[in-house]
């Protein structure tokens, strides 16, 4: 399936040092909606962040569809939304949410029963 990224790679710039890969939905890289919930989880290996990153409209049906989830390295989706920066060495675990059209991300209880993209 060929997906057409709202941000171009050759448009995408390094914001952040590398810090490993994340999972993202296409709500985000795709549609080109800002981030709406984020949280981190212990990474699954060495190259994981362990951070997850939605829009947060994405319906249950939606993100076990794993046809509208992808691997990214963590400075992509900051290209996307920059307001999730400074947020990005939060250690594991945590969660983050924005509540209405506000501009930041607020931390919010992280629920341990994650599964929704791994």
């Not at 060929?2 to 952040?16: E, T, Y």
């Not at 810090?19 to 296409?26: E, F, K, N, S, V």
């Not at 990214?72 to 945590?94: G, H, Q, R």
Request: glycine share 6%.
């Amino acid at each position: 399936m060929h997906k057409k990224f709202a941000i171009p790679g050759n448009q995408i710039c390094d914001l952040i040092p590398s810090m490993g890969y994340c999972y993202a939905t296409d709500r985000i890289t795709v549609d080109g909606c800002r981030v709406g919930y984020m949280y981190r989880e212990m990474p699954d290996d060495n190259g994981d962040s362990g951070w997850r990153f939605f829009a947060g409209d994405e319906s249950q049906e939606y993100v076990d569809d794993a046809a509208h989830t992808m691997l990214y390295d963590v400075n992509t989706i900051a290209n996307y939304d920059e307001s999730i920066i400074p947020l990005l060495i939060t250690p594991p675990p945590c969660a983050f949410e924005r509540v209405g059209n506000v501009s930041e991300l607020i931390q919010i209880a992280f629920e341990e029963d994650h599964d929704d993209l791994n």
